[in-house]
């Protein structure tokens, strides 16, 4: 498990990191363990650092494949749209944001 990855989670701070051989800068939400047995991070690319999505969307990382990993001092305020802390990919979550009075998060 990776403690900088729940550190961010609970504080809502935004982490950078090398994926696929560019930087990723992301708000994190949920990290756990897939089905096939890999650690994953469920997290929202910033906007504007994508080309395929450039206002930013949901992204599943694997932990294994990412380098470089860096938490930073800017945060972010809520869970974005369509978060889903009972994400069914996950047999098992290490650490996730959890609901606040106010968050409007999907139920699916």
């Known amino acids: 498990m990776n403690l900088t990855i729940c550190e961010a989670i609970r504080a809502r701070k935004l982490l950078m990191f090398a994926y696929g051989d560019l930087m990723r800068i992301v708000e994190p939400h949920l990290y756990g363990v897939n089905a096939a047995g890999h650690e994953v991070l469920s997290a929202w690319l910033r906007p504007g650092l994508s080309r395929a999505d450039p206002g930013g ?3 599943t990382y ?3 494949e990412i380098s470089a990993l860096r938490l930073l001092d800017e945060s ?3 869970p974005r749209e369509g978060y889903n802390p009972n ?3 996950m047999v098992r979550v290490h650490c996730g944001i959890e609901r606040e ?3 409007t998060m999907s139920e699916e």
């Open 57 to 59: 969307w949901w992204r």
């Open 62 to 64: 694997r932990v294994d």
């Open 76 to 78: 972010f305020d809520a």
């Open 101 to 103: 009075e106010g968050d």
């Open 87 to 89: 994400d069914a990919r």
